[in-house]
C-alpha cells in the first residue's frame, strides 16, 4: 500500500479536500482522478497552479476558497516532521497557499517517506520563507542578524517566482530549540510574507517506507 492510497480511505462522497502541491501530493492527485473517474463525488481546492493544472487534466471538479465555508480533509507532503508532527514546508514554492488550505481545513493529513522523519525541526537545513521581491535585502540583513544565512531561490538561472509573484529565500537552518518563537521572530520581519513552518497544523502524518505504511496521529 502507498501513502496516497491510504489516505484515500479517509474521503467520502461529497467532501471538498485540501489538494497539496509536491512529489507526494501530486501521487495522491493522481490516485484521487482515479476514484473521481470510478465514480468518487469530491470537490478539490488546489494549492499551487502546477496542482491546479493537474487536478483539471484528471477531470477533478475544483472549487475557490471563497465558494465554500471550510474544507474537509487537506492532503499533502512535508520536507521535514517533527515528532510532535510540526513541519517544515516549501521546497515546492507553493507555501503560503499550502498554508492558507491547511488553515482553512478540519483535517490535515501529510504524506511522507521515512527520510523526512527528524528528532527536530531544522535538522535537515534548509528552510523556505517567501518575502516581497522588494524586501530582499531587508529579509537577508535581518534574517543573518538571526544567525540564519539565506539564499534567493533560482531555477534555470532565474529567481524563482511564486504563484503569489514573490521570491523564496531558502535559509540555512540548525536544529530549532524553539520553533514558535523563531516562526514569531521571522514572520515580524517587514517583506516576510510566511514561513514555511507549520506548527500545531498536521493532524495525520502516513509515512510510506518500501511498501508499507504508519500512521501519526498528533496527540491534543
Known amino acids: 500500500m ?3 492510497e491510504k489516505a484515500l480511505e479517509l474521503i467520502a462522497d461529497g467532501m471538498i479536500l485540501g489538494l497539496g502541491t509536491g512529489r507526494a501530493a501530486t501521487a495522491f492527485i493522481h490516485a484521487l482522478g482515479t476514484r473521481v473517474q470510478a465514480g468518487l463525488r469530491i470537490r478539490g481546492v488546489p494549492t499551487s497552479q502546477a496542482s491546479d493544472q493537474l487536478a483539471r487534466q484528471l477531470g477533478i471538479p475544483l472549487v475557490e476558497l471563497r465558494e465554500i465555508e471550510q474544507i474537509d480533509i487537506d492532503v499533502d507532503g512535508a520536507d521535514e516532521v517533527d515528532p510532535q508532527l510540526n513541519l517544515i514546508k516549501g521546497l515546492g514554492g507553493a507555501l503560503v497557499r499550502e498554508k492558507i488550505v491547511a488553515a482553512s481545513s478540519r483535517k490535515v493529513v501529510i504524506l511522507v517517506g521515512p527520510e523526512k522523519l527528524s528528532p527536530q525541526l531544522g535538522t535537515r ?48 537552518l540548525q536544529p530549532v530549540a524553539d520553533p514558535a518563537d523563531l516562526a514569531r521572530r521571522i514572520g515580524d520581519i517587514p517583506g516576510v510574507v510566511d514561513t514555511g513552518m507549520f506548527l500545531g497544523m498536521a493532524d495525520v502524518v502516513i509515512v510510506e517506507d518500501g511498501g508499507q505504511v504508519q500512521v501519526k496521529t498528533r496527540l491534543g
Open 125 to 172: 537545513g534548509v528552510l523556505p520563507v517567501e518575502v516581497v521581491p522588494f524586501g530582499v535585502p531587508l529579509c537577508q540583513r535581518k534574517l543573518a542578524a538571526l544567525g540564519i544565512p539565506s539564499q534567493v531561490r533560482q531555477t534555470a538561472g532565474s529567481p524563482f517566482i511564486s504563484d503569489n509573484h514573490n521570491l523564496i529565500l531558502d535559509c540555512q
Open 2 to 4: 502507498t501513502a496516497a
